[in-house]
């Protein structure tokens, strides 16, 4: 155990404690300075996905799209009919491009592990979030994907 005479405060590595006077001045921001995001930093895209081909049974498919989500919760919502569904939700990209990337390639890499339809992707919209929003604003966008979760059309 290593003993502190009072009013001396420990240092570690041997070097000597600085005193109330000798502290290191906190940097500030002056008054009017905005703080600018690096433009390479990732942003959030509203991706819509929608995807048909031949008539499945609806339980299959409802089983498919809840292991969907359930192995990736970023989902916000999905609905479906026996020969088509669409999957919404929010992806975290650094552009539009590798989001919709990603977007296209979400189908076909879950398809074994949760048992998804061979189906097409026949549309997909990635919009960014102060579009998404915008859109909802003027009622001229997608409903908020309320419930969140798969259900029917």
Aim: proline fraction near 11%; charge should be negative.
């Amino acid at each position: 155990m290593r003993r502190v005479r009072p009013g001396a405060a420990g240092s570690r590595g041997g070097s000597p404690s600085r005193g109330p006077a000798e502290e290191r001045p906190l940097a500030s921001v002056a008054p009017g300075d905005r703080y600018a995001a690096p433009k390479d930093l990732p942003r959030l895209w509203h991706v819509t996905l929608s995807v048909s081909g031949e008539e499945v049974p609806l339980k299959d498919l409802r089983r498919a799209l809840e292991q969907l989500a359930h192995d990736h919760p970023f989902l916000l919502t999905s609905r479906y009919a026996p020969d088509h569904a669409e999957i919404r939700y929010w992806e975290e990209a650094r552009d539009l491009h590798d989001a919709a990337a990603v977007a296209l390639r979400l189908w076909g890499e879950h398809r074994q592990s949760a048992g998804l339809p061979p189906w097409e992707i026949v549309g997909l919209e990635v919009i960014d979030r102060e579009t998404y929003h915008h859109r909802i604003a003027e009622g001229c966008g997608p409903p908020p994907a309320t419930p969140v979760g798969v259900h029917p059309f």
